[in-house]
């Protein structure tokens, strides 16, 4: 409970100071889709590779600053996963940016038929490419660190590489 309580302090002070510093702020909704691999050990250990899908919102300030919300699912686990994230972009060209940042949420999985939501949090490097004024486009690793531990069975990790897709408003 601790954990949720933080991230959520986290989440808010990010909200609340965003408008100090979003002089200029870019609105956005977008999806993806990629391939997620869980590091599943134990008695019930499976492959844990599968598609993922997702679902994400957020604001990208003064050029330099994202915010995000993001909804995964994974099939293989029965998986739903709700990631609040901050991305540093770095332009390196005029259509292009670099980023890096940081993710922390819940998880929700379900294993063998043992349910269980525990948090997770990591990081996530990537590239953007910038389409035109109102649409962009995502290339990111994410790699997340997971609490789940029910029935002798553990997930220890997720990674993450997924292609996603902007619109800006």
């Keep these: 409970m601790k954990k949720i309580t933080a991230i959520s302090t986290l989440a808010l002070a990010v909200m609340a100071a965003s408008p100090a ?5 870019q609105w956005f909704v977008g999806g993806g889709v990629g391939y997620q691999e869980d590091n599943v050990k134990g008695a019930n250990a499976q492959n844990g590779e599968d598609a993922t899908y997702q679902l994400r919102g957020g604001a990208i300030m003064n050029d330099h600053h994202r915010v995000m919300g993001t909804y995964s699912y994974m099939d ?9 994230s901050y991305d540093y972009l770095m332009p390196v060209h005029q259509k292009v940016n670099l980023f890096a940042g940081v993710s922390a949420g819940v998880s929700d999985s379900k294993i063998s038929g043992s349910s269980s939501t525990d948090f997770v949090w990591g990081g996530q490097v990537g590239a953007m490419f910038e389409i035109n004024d109102n649409w962009s486009t995502d290339l990111t690793y994410r790699y997340l660190d997971q609490d789940y531990s029910k ?3 553990k997930i220890d990790y997720s990674q993450q590489v997924v292609w996603s897709v902007d619109y800006r408003f």
Excluded: V
């Excluded at 510093?21 to 702020?25: G, K, L, S, V, Y």
């Design 76 to 84: 293989k686990s029965s998986q739903n996963m709700f990631l609040a």
């Design 21 to 25: 510093f979003a002089a200029d702020t």
């Design 151 to 153: 029935n002798d069975t």
